[in-house]
């Protein structure tokens, strides 16, 4: 597993020709085509089946299922903290899991929350490979799954072994953790609804702009600072003319 | 199949439209005291009006009036142009300010409903390259609270704000890739993305 993953950190490196531009896109024709799928699955399925459930099913029960989805990750986020030597994320996640598993019963309620302990990290291993020195690599929109990079794809695929409970829980029962991770997407998608539908289906050019807003998500989230790469506006855009009158009152 | 701070992007910009509160600048450079105050006076007028329970129309009006008042609308509208403002004439650019700055409060202030209950406080200032970045947190209802950040600068000869992040989505880079793809959609035609951008968000 380190062997494949070095190669993986070389390989990623290797893909990725410039560093931090703003998009590095090489397969916009294949990923437009794949969008286009998206759209349509979301459309005629994820939309509307998202609608259905969150309907059917009593708001209580919902917020149980994403609590359940949500303790079930946190073994992988620790062994993803450990890889990163992030030992205080670590730690915070595992107090979370001993108290949300046993007080909190399997993790469908979530009183660490509620005792003010740390927010989850959710990381993942996409987020190990950029610790580890991985560069970004292309972007690529991923069927079902949305947008992604390089990176962070190899992440997911690396994920399916970072969780710990696939080697502890027998076969029948570890689908259990995918039924819920299912289900809670399923209510995302309803909570966050009106701005999926924004983009999806209000833009001109959905895929630009789940694109840009995914890259500029992501790299905020594995620790990119203000201003990188973030340029002033009024470098190149302030006195080209002259300034207009003030429009307060 | 986004994110989900992708999602609270657009929930949260919503934000966008509000802005810094415009004091008579005075000589001296944008101070951290400064750009917070600012901040803290949109903040105030954003809470006030999450907490109105105003209607929907009565929201994206106050929401227009707000980001025009505090925000440098004209820096937006032109960065979101891109390279088409250097062609755009004097009169090309106050038309798309002005529909830029509508679209804005249509697109945005129409997720007011969802900030009802919530409330934003800002948490400190840091100096970013030539602007001040205010750092702020929003709290909604049954989601886990998501940072906001106003970014400052007194470059326009006034204290305003230039760009509103959220979840390190920057409204003004999302927007430029919005109003690009209308542009080319139009192959470049400035008045013809004035007049659809009218009616548009």
């Known amino acids: 597993m380190a062997v494949a993953a070095a190669l993986l950190v070389a390989g990623c490196a290797a893909q990725d020709p410039a560093v931090t531009r703003d998009v590095f896109d090489p397969h916009e024709a294949e990923n437009r085509r794949m969008h ?57 996640d595992t107090g979370r899991l001993l108290v949300n598993t046993t007080v909190g019963i399997g993790g469908l309620w979530d009183p660490a929350s509620e005792m003010g302990m740390a927010a989850p990290t959710n990381t993942d291993f996409g987020e190990t490979l950029y610790v580890w020195g991985a560069r970004e690599g292309a972007y690529i929109e991923l069927p079902v799954l949305g947008p992604s990079t390089t ?75 203000a201003g990188e790469g973030y340029t002033d506006p009024y470098d190149r855009f302030g006195g080209t003319i002259a300034q207009e009158g003030p429009d307060d009152e | 199949m986004t994110s989900e701070p992708t999602r609270r992007f657009v929930t949260t910009a919503g934000l966008a439209a509000l802005g810094l509160a415009v004091r008579p600048a005075p000589a001296r450079a944008l101070t951290e005291a400064r750009a917070r105050a600012l901040v803290e006076g949109v903040v105030q007028d ?100 998501f940072e906001v950040s106003f970014l400052v600068s007194d470059r326009s000869g006034r204290d305003r704000f230039f760009d509103l992040v959220i979840e390190g989505i920057s409204m003004r880079i999302t927007e430029r890739t919005e109003i690009g793809a209308m542009l080319d959609r139009r192959n470049g035609d400035i008045d013809a993305l004035i007049a659809d951008l009218r009616s548009a968000g």
């Open chain 2, 46 to 145: 954003i809470n006030r009006v999450i907490a109105s329970g105003r209607s929907l129309g009565r929201m994206i009006s106050e929401f227009e009036r707000i980001f025009a008042r505090y925000a440098d609308v004209s820096i937006i509208a032109r960065s979101t142009l891109g390279p088409a403002a250097r062609r755009a004439s004097a009169a090309q650019l106050r038309a798309y300010t002005e529909a830029f700055r509508s679209y804005v409060a249509r697109k945005y202030g129409k997720r007011f409903n969802e900030f009802k209950g919530g409330r934003i406080e800002v948490r400190g200032v840091r100096e970013v390259k030539s602007w001040h970045e205010v750092r702020s947190t929003a709290y909604l209802p049954g989601q886990s609270p």
């Open chain 1, 151 to 225: 990176r962070h794809t190899f992440g997911i695929f690396f994920d399916l072994f970072t969780n710990p409970l696939t080697y502890v829980v027998e076969s029948p029962e570890n689908l259990v953790g995918t039924v819920a991770g299912v289900a809670s997407g399923l209510s995302r998608r309803e909570r966050f609804s009106e701005t999926i539908d924004q983009i999806l289906y209000e833009s001109e050019d959905s895929y630009a702009l789940s694109r840009s807003i995914y890259l500029q998500n992501r790299r905020f989230k594995l620790g990119g600072t």
């Open chain 1, 36 to 92: 286009e799928f998206n759209r349509g699955f979301d459309r005629v399925l994820v939309r509307p089946v998202s609608k259905g459930y969150t309907t059917a099913v009593p708001d209580d029960i919902e917020t149980r299922v994403v609590r359940l989805a949500e303790n079930l990750s946190l073994p992988a986020d620790i062994v993803n903290n450990i890889l990163q030597l992030n030992m205080r994320g670590a730690f915070r």
